[in-house]
């Protein structure tokens, strides 16, 4: 989890984009880690004592668990933003933990089908992956497309997607990804119904 929290620090990606390759966890989770450790004052004093030790090392006084990021952490990402496995279109995170794709509360959709049709539409194009909560349960079955880079760069931001159970809604929800997706094609008047906020937006 702290991983994760000083990747997305010191990358400065938005939690929401938190990859999970490398085993960091839930963007939302590091997130409100990240909040709690401040209110008790665990960073703090994380810091002092990495850099006791680092000074008693001989090295600067930085954070050793940044060092451990970055040795790490960082050859995987720096792997991926060097052609390896980059992907050049959208990003579609599907919600799959303790709600999302639970038969229990929705015993009528088929969760497995809905992610393997998600990637025989979008891939190797597009980009499809799954990750723990993403803090919306009541929303649940909940989707996030991310803009392609060009897109992103450009000023383009996630669009967050709840109650995503019916396939006439992912069948929407791939044609928009196929258009260009965030800022390259317009959202769908149809798909509109089904934009909820993301929890980063709400402080939650």
Not at 170 to 180: E, T
Not at 185 to 199: F, H, M, R
Request: aromatic content about 6%.
């Amino acid at each position: 989890m702290l991983c994760g929290v000083l990747f997305v620090l010191y990358t400065a990606i938005p939690w929401e984009y938190l990859p999970q390759e490398p085993g960091f966890g839930s963007g939302m989770t590091c997130r409100r880690r990240l909040r709690d450790w401040n209110d008790a004052g665990v960073w703090q004093t994380e810091f002092r004592w990495s850099a006791r030790v680092g000074s008693s090392r001989g090295s600067p006084a930085a954070p050793l668990v940044i060092l451990v990021v970055a040795e790490v952490r960082l050859p995987w990402w720096e792997a991926q933003r060097g052609g390896t496995g980059l992907i050049e279109g959208c990003t579609v995170t599907v919600c799959r933990d303790c709600c999302c794709g639970s038969r229990t509360k929705h015993p009528t959709v088929d969760h497995d089908a809905q992610l393997d049709g998600l990637r025989e539409a979008l891939e190797p194009d597009h980009r499809v992956r799954t990750s723990l909560c993403l803090d919306v349960c009541a929303q649940s079955n909940v989707m996030v497309v991310q803009p392609s880079p060009a897109a992103r760069r450009h000023g383009a931001r996630p669009v967050w997607f709840g109650l995503v159970a019916d396939d006439a809604v992912v069948a929407d929800l791939v044609a928009w990804v196929q258009a260009g997706g965030p800022g390259v094609a317009a959202l769908p008047a149809v798909l509109e119904l089904s934009v909820i906020t993301s929890p980063v937006l709400t402080g939650r």
